[in-house]
């Protein structure tokens, strides 16, 4: 199970906070995430999540593209999302990771949809 709120920045960006829980294990991750155009017009996030002691960097691989990449791997493992809006009130969010070193593999994929209450 997932749950995605976006919201509107005052630059044009938009924030995401996500998380993904389970029944077995309930709350298992969750973020804060900004998604901003960069001045070199690639979309930019950055990711406060709780895996981690520190906001990551993803750069889109060009621009208004899906995918997201660190510029450098930092700390163990390289990472990169993926988000994409698949049809009106669909989001899918994909995080990749692998050891540093190795290229990173789709491991967790959450699928929300527009919740109109």
Do not use: K
């Not at 509107?8 to 924030?15: D, T």
């Not at 070199?40 to 990551?56: I, K, N």
């Amino acid at each position: 199970m997932c749950r995605i709120a976006v919201a509107p920045l005052p630059n044009g960006g938009v924030s995401l906070d996500y998380e993904a829980m389970s029944h077995d294990q309930g709350l298992q991750h969750e973020e804060h995430t900004l998604l901003v155009v960069g001045p070199d017009e690639r979309d930019r996030l950055y990711v406060a999540h709780s895996e981690s002691p520190f906001v990551t960097e993803m750069v889109a691989t060009s621009p208004g593209a899906a995918r997201f990449r660190q510029p450098e791997p930092i700390g163990p493992f390289a990472m990169e999302i993926v988000i994409e809006a698949p049809s009106p009130g669909h989001l899918t969010y994909a995080w990749w990771w692998a050891p540093a070193g190795s290229a990173p593999v789709e491991q967790s994929r959450a699928e929300a949809r527009l919740d109109d209450s």
